[in-house]
């Protein structure tokens, strides 16, 4: 596998367009910090990290839904920087995703953070994923 952040994110995607309550997804430091942010900004209901026999380990991620109309959390996750072209961005050329509704998250010197923090803490970075 090339992108695992992309095998990440597209898992993500095609259980919300299935309508999947639960989905497993291999581990990575990366991909930790990741879940731990859509946690944080409410677009997944609950995360679980589990140990495995071959070491690499397994998220367990439970989506959120609306109760009533039923409507994914998650309306749209779209990879921005891929191994063949990095996106780097300053603070001063931050993105801001649908005028500040959605996230952006970033890979800083920092760690793994939003677009709002990395603006907060004045640092940039390369631009995994936007989030809406």
Do not use: W
């Amino acid at each position: 596998m090339t992108d695992p952040i992309a095998d990440y994110l597209t898992r993500l995607r095609n259980a919300v367009k299935a309508n999947h309550r639960v989905v497993d997804i291999p581990a990575s430091n990366i991909k930790k910090e990741i879940t731990k942010i859509l946690f944080d900004k409410g677009f997944i209901l609950s995360y679980k990290f589990e140990d495995t026999p071959n070491k690499q380990g397994n998220i367990k991620i439970a989506l959120k839904y609306h109760p009533i109309s039923k409507a994914p959390a998650i309306k749209k996750l779209e990879r921005v920087s891929s191994p063949g072209l990095r996106k780097y961005v300053g603070t001063d050329t931050m993105p801001r995703v649908i005028n500040g509704l959605g996230i952006a998250i970033l890979s800083t010197s920092k760690g793994v953070m939003t677009d709002k923090e990395a603006r907060n803490q004045n640092v940039g970075g390369e631009v995994l994923c936007y989030v809406y």
